[in-house]
């Protein structure tokens, strides 16, 4: 560019000329200043190049005559459909096509006076790196920013010579590339998202075949992607949102899957807390049944017990009914005895009171020893029924005693009262053995009394002592007669009191009878019920083994997932661009 720069420089400049220049074989060198400075054109084949060899002069006539360097700058500005501006050596705008004018959003008259590099619209060091150099830049891409707008340009400097190759100024040449770049941009952004698609994809597939076998902890976070156009932008936020949609799905499964593990877990404490109280219950119910059976047992024992009892109070009953009756019988015949003591008593005081008056008489006194004689037959019998009532009266006795026995606690005061009856009947018994000793005696005498009258006299003092002997004894066998009584009477008291206690027992033994029957009632609906619980607990003990088997299963399900360290597992990091 810079040669034909300077060749056309060179053409425009004071040597411009047909006489400039002498006609020159091939490959002969002639010195010239065409080209902005003095310098010899070498001739090749007929052509001529400049020393650099860029610019060739086809012919050594110039065709432009009077062309000069603004009228070829202008020329070329007008040709061109690129944005095209001219400078100064200072960088002064000098020339601006329409196109530059329009890219850079200038119209005529507004560059007047203006220097390239109080603008900034583009990177003017580039420019300033070509007056200093005086070397050409070719092709550099850049933006120029317009109105906001941003435009690609392919940029394109050259120095301008003048010519004694002085540097005079500068062309820039600008190319609005923005379509290309745009393309090839596209092209990149197209490559980024399906380079960047492509690899969140791969970490979705990978996120998708950890979760496939069971690992929840996975952590779905999207990489940012390297460009920064619109496009990879909204793939970033969908895939954005994707992941967090995935990430809540991942939580909320693994949330559900713990929470399934610890129940499964309280399941299978339930099922084994189950299984210990069902064997707790079936050991208690066992120990129920035994008890059961064992009340069962004492209650059928408790009620052979009453049924005895109230038999033995039944017997006491009737015991007692014996012993009320015998003391009035004993009553009856000790009031009789009583009245005939009292009957002997004054008849002996008459038989006494006689035998002062047979003193005087001996006949009187046999006749009165007669009587006496049948006296002593009645006294005797006295002694005998006393002797009689005695021998009931022990009987009675021994009797409450057996039956104060067996009342146990309730006849001890009974027992008392027997014993006191036993003994007064065996004093009743002892006095009226003494009353028969002596009644024998007085028999004795009698009958010496009847064998001879002279010894009358003799002994009626010796019967009168003996008489008023028995009188004393009378009055001591009607004591004894009278104790005797007062003893019956007590016994028969007891009896009575014997008879309401029996009765309150017998009361007694037939609530508890009945209270047995409630009892075994109860025990028998106890034992249905614990054959109903047992029943029960079978159930439970079968529907525990069930749901251990479930959560043993359940458990098994769940091993497979990972669900320990959530988003802490290999490959859970977020994926990295390559």
């Not at 146990?408 to 007064?424: H, Y």
Request: hydrophobic content about 35%; overall charge negative; some cysteine.
């Amino acid at each position: 560019m810079r040669n034909l720069v300077t060749g056309l420089v060179g053409l425009t400049g004071p040597a411009a000329s047909a006489d400039s220049s002498t006609e020159s074989g091939p490959n002969e060198t002639e010195e010239t200043t065409v080209g902005g400075h003095t310098g010899d054109w070498e001739s090749v084949d007929g052509a001529l190049l400049d020393p650099t060899g860029d610019v060739e002069r086809v012919s050594a006539e110039t065709p432009f005559g009077e062309a000069t360097a603004e009228s070829i700058i202008v020329s070329y500005l007008q040709g061109s459909t690129d944005p095209i501006f001219v400078i100064d050596a200072e960088g002064n705008f000098t020339h601006s096509n329409a196109e530059c004018r329009d890219l850079f959003g200038r119209v005529p008259g507004e560059l007047l006076e203006k220097n390239l590099f109080d603008l900034d619209e583009a990177d003017n060091s580039v420019m300033k790196e070509v007056l200093e150099t005086e070397e050409s830049i070719q092709n550099l891409e850049g933006v120029v920013e317009v109105d906001d707008e941003t435009i690609y340009v392919s940029r394109t400097f050259f120095p301008l010579f003048d010519a004694d190759g002085e540097l005079t100024g500068a062309i820039e040449i600008n190319r609005n590339v923005s379509e290309r770049v745009e393309a090839v941009n596209r092209q990149e952004t197209l490559e980024q998202y399906q380079a960047y698609q492509q690899e969140v994809v791969e970490s979705f597939q990978r996120w998708m075949d950890r979760l496939s076998d069971g690992d929840f902890t996975i952590d779905p976070t999207i990489p940012e992607p390297e460009g920064d156009s619109e496009e990879i932008q909204e793939a970033y936020d969908r895939f954005s949102t994707m992941a967090a949609d995935l990430s809540t799905a991942v939580d909320t499964i693994h949330d559900a899957l713990a929470e399934v593990r610890h129940n499964s877990e309280q399941l299978s404490e339930i099922s084994d807390t189950l299984v210990d109280a069902a064997e707790e219950t079936s050991s208690a119910t066992v120990e129920i049944d035994r008890a059961s059976q064992a009340v069962d047992s004492k209650t059928s024992e408790q009620a052979e017990q009453a049924a005895v009892a109230e038999e033995n109070v039944s017997n006491l009953s009737a015991a007692i009914e014996e012993i009320t009756a015998n003391a009035g019988t004993i009553e009856q015949r000790a009031s009789e005895a009583s009245d005939r003591t009292d009957q002997g008593a004054t008849e002996a005081e008459t038989a006494l009171e006689r035998m002062a008056e047979s003193m005087s008489a001996s006949e009187e006194t046999v006749t009165q020893i007669q009587t006496l004689q049948e006296r002593m037959g009645t006294i005797g019998e006295m002694a005998e029924l006393v002797s009689d009532i005695a021998d009931q009266t022990n009987l009675l006795a021994v009797n409450a005693n057996i039956e104060a026995a067996r009342a146990d606690g309730t006849g001890d005061r009974f027992a008392v009262v027997a014993q006191e009856i036993k003994r007064l009947a065996d004093e009743s018994k002892e006095t009226a053995e003494g009353i028969s000793s002596d009644l024998e005696g007085i028999q004795s005498d009698v009958e010496e009394t009847v064998e001879t009258v002279e010894r009358a006299n003799t002994t009626v003092e010796t019967s009168a002592e003996a008489v008023d002997g028995i009188v004393d004894h009378i009055e001591e066998i009607d004591d004894a007669v009278q104790e005797t009584d007062q003893g019956i009477q007590n016994i028969a008291r007891a009896a009575e009191d014997q008879a309401a206690d029996a009765q309150a027992v017998q009361d007694i033994v037939t609530d508890l009878s009945k209270r047995s029957a409630e009892i075994d009632d109860r025990m028998d609906a106890v034992s249905t019920n614990i054959d109903q619980q047992t029943d029960t607990i079978d159930r439970m003990a079968e529907i525990s083994e069930s749901i251990d088997e479930m959560a043993a299963e359940m458990e098994t399900r769940l091993g497979r997932f990972d669900l320990e360290t959530a988003g802490k597992g290999p490959d859970s990091a977020a994926p990295q661009p390559s």
